[in-house]
């Protein structure tokens, strides 16, 4: 598999132009509550696949979606029907609502985007097609065990380097794909308080995987994954409307994903593509938003750092329940939110198993669970 | 916790393999005519060093060796003469550049200067618990994502930084001959903390460091029995390398890779298949060298690199030893190497 898909990516001589990757297999999610007309932009890149749309907000109100695309779209109408009771999972007034895209989408992968989110370009000038380059990091291999100092072994024009050991140079399947920002960077409310006009301008050309027992935040606004392999741990949290905090969905979900990632022995990779970020949130409303999980997050951390899974957990729901039981022992007490947040977890894994029933068989990851390389 | 490191603090270590090192010295001139530079002979040289004028420098050959070293084990022929530099200054920063390289060029056209760089990426803080996806936070342009917990962007000091290399990749001999014509031609511009617990291969070819801290982890320990002079007939700076990242882990301390990059010249790559043969060694060792390293625990009681260095001896012995004897003497190497730098490496400017 890894074979064809690396001549897959490996064929720029050819003058046949090829049909867009992975067509029916994958799903675009976008969370929106004011229009998309960021998709007009997108179109040459999107029309091919198929949109979830996940209306946010006033389920009264009409989001036109642009002629072409292919697509369904839930209202928060359409989420309660869906779920009865177990729709407290997902958030409300908030982008955190995209999960449910994942939950009720049927396609093996998903990219998701956000609706100020545009196309940009290399710095060659040529526009950047971050569907296609999510694709091509979703399809090679990650290598979570041993840093290759060269950045991605698998691109074009790269390989692993010397001392690299062979028996890790297979790697490991990848479950996530985070890509960056140009424009608008991903800070958070006190650094856009300081710096109001910094802009990313840097265009650094590698795609990396992010190593085994190491964190990072994960940012939701250009991110891609196999819903088959990890889709279950990519719950985006309660935010929004009722709840004390927010823009920490995609921080929440990208902590859970991790530490599942490392101990089921699957790769998370980060860097290209980039997008043109275009808007810059309001730093004071944000402020208010995050100010809870700034201090939080100094708890959250240690937690995730030290979180370990036991071997029984072969699978992404086992895994995910286990740390919900664990966000409840030893977060509760941080503070009551992480008691329903922990009750919520278990929610979103009940719905995801009954929208989603054939994966509860097996979906136990063949392969190495730690991934060491084993001395000849 | 960013500092300032005077030039005065740095010396620039090359080892010469070749005598005439004229052309390279005058193509760095304007990015080393400012440092003091340490020149180490291969003790397997025998022809004069030609070094063009214009250079505070130092040169130091088989017999300053023989001198220094009375009666150590230590082997210091080939790349490892490196080691020997290192040992020798009295300076706090060691920036080293192998002698087949030339200043390489960044997007924008212009010429690199790796040494600027490395000082930079030293005197920065390195952030190893916590992976920044803006990669290093303290560059201009750039800062902390959302989601970067605060108690942590004080970073801690870096005291080793890989660069990298356009052209001639750092590969291994297989590498190099299933891809003969391959050459980087992708330049990376981010510099990043390799994060904690997290190996990678560090190759000796650009590389800056804190001697001061660190230069008792860099240790020229693992001679492969066929060892050559081409970088891809050697494994000691990946051994080295692994020492070096375990101490700093191990010390609360961080390690940056990605710029300064070099341009490395050409080499014709029939060489390489002769060198599989020896290196083919080196490949089947690191398949035990990395679960080892990736294994190591050092007691909270090793408070510097000597004692981390002697710890991990102990390991290398106990763990490894049974399997090759390379590794018993790649253990008495790093117990010598301490010995050695307590004698004769000075630990304070």
Known sequence: ?376 | MSMKIEDSEVDIVIAALCPNLTSFLEEWQPFFSRFHLIIVKDPDLEDDLQIPAGFDHQVYSKSDMERALSGSSINFSGHSCHYFGYLISRKKYIISIDDDCHPARDNSGALVDPVAQHITNLQTPATPFFFNTLYDPFCQGADFVRGYPFSLRNGVDCILSCGLWLNLADYDAPTQIVKPNERNTRYVDAVMTVPIRAMMPMSGINIGFNREVLGPALVPGLRLVGEGKRRWETVEDIWSGMCAKVVCDHLGCGVKSGLPYVWRKDVDAGNAMESLKKEWEGVKLMEEIVPFFQSVRLPASAITAEDCVVAIAGMVREKLGTLNPVYVQAANAMEAWVKLWKAVGSSKV
């Open chain 1, 1 to 376: 598999m890894v074979g064809s898909l690396a001549m897959a990516s490996r064929s720029p001589s050819s003058s046949v132009p090829m049909a867009p990757l992975l067509k029916d297999e994958l799903d675009i999610v976008i969370p929106t509550i004011r229009n998309l007309d960021f998709l007009e932009m997108w179109r040459p890149f999107f029309q091919p696949y198929h949109l979830i749309i996940v209306q946010d907000g006033d389920p009264s109100k009409i989001i036109k979606v642009p002629e072409g695309f292919d697509y369904e779209l839930y209202n928060r109408n359409d989420i309660n029907r869906i779920l009865g009771p177990k729709a407290s999972c997902i958030s409300f007034k908030d982008s955190a609502c995209r999960c449910f895209g994942y939950m009720i989408s049927k396609k093996k992968y998903i990219y998701t985007i956000d609706d100020d989110c545009f196309v940009a370009k290399d710095p060659s000038g040529k526009e950047i097609n971050a569907l296609e380059q999510h694709i091509k990091n979703l399809l090679c291999p990650s290598t979570p065990f041993f840093f290759n100092t060269l950045y991605d072994p698998y691109r074009d024009g790269a390989d692993f380097v010397r001392g690299y050991p062979f028996s890790l140079r297979e790697g490991a399947p990848t479950a996530v794909s985070h890509g960056l920002w140009l424009n608008i960077p991903d800070y958070d409310a006190p650094t856009q308080l300081v710096k109001p006009l910094e802009r990313n301008t840097r265009y650094v050309d590698a795609v990396l995987t992010v190593p085994k027992g190491t964190l990072f935040p994960m940012c939701g606004m250009n991110l891609a994954f196999d819903r088959e392999l990890i889709g279950a741990a990519m719950y985006f949290g309660l935010m929004g409307d009722g709840q004390p905090i927010g823009r920490y969905d995609d921080m929440w979900a990208g902590w859970c994903m991790k530490v599942i990632c490392d101990h089921l022995g699957l790769g998370v990779k980060t860097g290209l593509p980039y997008i043109w970020h275009s808007k810059a949130s309001n730093p004071f409303v944000n402020l208010k938003k995050e100010y809870k999980g700034i201090y939080w997050q100094e708890e959250l951390i240690p937690f995730f750092q030290t979180a370990t899974l036991p071997k029984e957990c072969t699978t992404v729901q086992k895994c995910y329940l286990e740390l919900a039981k664990q966000v409840k022992a030893k977060l509760g007490k941080v503070d009551e939110y992480f008691n329903k947040l922990a009750d919520a977890m278990v929610t979103w894994i009940e719905a995801w198993d009954e929208l989603n029933p054939s994966e509860n068989a097996a979906t136990a990851i063949a392969g190495k669970p730690n991934g060491i390389a084993k001395a000849k």
